[in-house]
């Protein structure tokens, strides 16, 4: 957990200094997501990235 804190820190970061907007979501069911990008593993985060409006 402490290892996908600091992968979440990196994505602000990068899409700051690239101009775009993400937010962190961790309230999700995570049985669906692991199964629509295809892993075994439980999902921690999702960091949806995009342009700020």
Request: charge should be negative; avoid cysteine.
């Amino acid at each position: 957990h402490m290892e996908a804190g600091h992968i979440g820190e990196n994505i602000y970061l990068q899409a700051t200094a690239l101009g775009l907007g993400t937010v962190a979501v961790g309230a999700f069911d995570d049985g669906r997501v692991a199964r629509i990008i295809g892993t075994t593993g439980d999902p921690l985060y999702i960091f949806p990235v995009g342009r700020r409006v």
